[in-house]
């Protein structure tokens, strides 16, 4: 069974950058494909991106595109969020997740593994 931790959240300033890592153990295949979700307070949880470890394909959310970057590192079997320019609207705590499927989803009800959230905290 895939576990997956997630680390990297803090507080930063408007504009500023931060890097959240998300390290897999467990039982992997090709297939999989790992996610970042957000939540703030009293709101849905929302996609962020998603990466496949195979080929490496990913997908932004409109909200994030030309700020955000996902990527993997298959040795370390580690995905990362580097997150740039950031906004307070970008404030909430970051959940990676994981899912056996290459088939893109953007559903929070698609991923079956879920790390326990790392905080992300943007001042204006």
């Known amino acids: 069974q895939v576990q997956v931790v997630e680390s990297g959240g803090g507080l930063v300033q408007a504009g500023g950058s931060l890097r959240l890592s998300c390290a897999a153990s467990?039982?992997?295949?090709?297939?999989?494909?790992m996610g970042w979700f957000r939540q703030a307070p009293g709101k849905e949880r929302e996609f962020v991106a998603t990466?496949?470890?195979?080929?490496?394909?990913?997908y932004y959310a409109d909200s994030v595109k030309g700020r955000f970057t996902i990527s993997r590192d298959n040795v370390k079997k580690t995905v990362y969020l580097q997150m740039n320019s950031l906004k307070p609207e970008d404030t909430a705590v970051y959940y990676c997740?994981?899912?056996?499927?290459?088939?893109?989803?953007?559903?929070?009800?698609?991923?079956?593994?879920w790390g326990q959230g790392t905080q992300v905290t943007v001042s204006s």
């Open positions: 990466i496949n470890w195979s080929g490496g394909s990913t």
């Open positions: 997740a994981a899912r056996s499927s290459v088939v893109i989803s953007t559903s929070p009800h698609d991923y079956t593994t």
């Open positions: 467990g039982r992997t295949a090709s297939n999989y494909a």
